[in-house]
Nanobody
Framework: QVQLVDSGGGSVQAGGSLRISCVAS????????MAWFRQTPGKEREGVAG????????YYGDSVKGRFTISRDKGKNTLYLRMNNLKPEDTAMYYC???????????????????????WGQGTQVTVSS
């Protein structure tokens, strides 16, 4: 089992920045593909950014490309999402996720944005005001 704890959300004005974190514990050895998702009420969970932990390759959704950066500190077992130039439409609950079945890089690259992950954090709220 893997436990994920999300933190770092908050309220910012448009154009501001935030960094959210996800601390992983438990048997993280085979969690080769991790990602950040976001969700607003009444909408489907949206893949924001993914990372293949084997070599650090990163993937981004079109709406955040160039503004958000996903990274991982292996020693701290922590996943980060740095969000710059935030917009009101970025307002959502953000969740980190870890997969046990996206074992290969090609699998992670092709499927990271599908919300079919084995483990999920509890979420952290990000609110951007105009």
């Amino acid at each position: 089992q893997v436990q994920l704890v999300d933190s770092g959300g908050g309220s910012v004005q448009a154009g501001g920045s935030l960094r959210i974190s996800c601390v992983a514990s438990g048997n993280t050895h085979n969690s080769n593909c991790m990602a950040w998702f976001r969700q607003t009420p009444g909408k489907e969970r949206e893949g924001v950014a993914g990372i293949y932990t084997g070599d650090g390759s990163t993937y981004y959704g079109d709406s955040v490309k160039g503004r958000f950066t996903i990274s991982r500190d292996k020693g701290k077992n922590t996943l980060y999402l740095r969000m710059n130039n935030l917009k009101p439409e970025d307002t959502a609950m953000y969740y980190c996720a870890a997969s046990r079945w996206l074992l290969e890089k090609s699998m992670c690259a092709g499927s990271w944005r599908q919300p079919r992950y084995n483990f999920w954090g509890q979420g952290t709220q990000v609110t951007v005001s105009s």
